[in-house]
């Protein structure tokens, strides 16, 4: 019997692989059916994020060269299960991440699903690795020129000339309207 295994919210970047006892028959109609998916996993996930494929179509380039070319789970923490995946026939379903929605989710497999392993993508780590020195790093080092300057007293001048006309021709354009 598998254990239950939890998901926890939010999770990101984690690659659940499973391999399944199951015949061709019954592993590829999992391929195109979500609730079937779901039955097996036994919880509800998004299944455009759940692949189910047999190992014998990553011909060439295995398992393990799927995972780590493919998805960049980094070598070294496939190591304790390399030879096992090297090794696994059959069906294999593999469950990224966003399958579970952000959810918290327990995961309750069916007898003919195995756990090989979770791993995790490589994560691009986007902290700075070094302080910038710089001048033009400092707050406010802006050149005055792309400081947005205030109108000059022409400018407003301009404007409040502009907006008393506007209203003086609609104050006429009324009186005509009105009178005529």
Known sequence: MNADFRVPPNERGAIRVFALSMTDVEAGALKDDPEAIDAALGASVDAQHVEVFPVSDLEGVG??????????????????????????????MIVFSLAFGDRETVLEPAPTLTLIGTY?????????????????????????????????????????????????????????????
């Open 63 to 92: 398992l393990v060269g799927y995972l780590v070319e493919g998805n960049a789970v980094p070598p070294e923490q496939l190591s304790p299960d390399r030879t096992k995946l090297e090794k696994l026939g059959g069906w294999v």
């Open 120 to 180: 995790g993508e490589v994560r691009t780590d986007w902290r700075a690795t070094e302080t910038v020195e710089a001048d033009s790093a400092k707050p406010y080092s802006a050149p005055s020129e792309t400081i947005k300057k205030k109108p000059s007293d022409a400018a407003m001048s301009g404007r409040i000339a502009m907006i008393a006309l506007l209203v003086l021709g609609l104050l006429t354009w009324l009186m005509i309207r009105i009178g005529g």
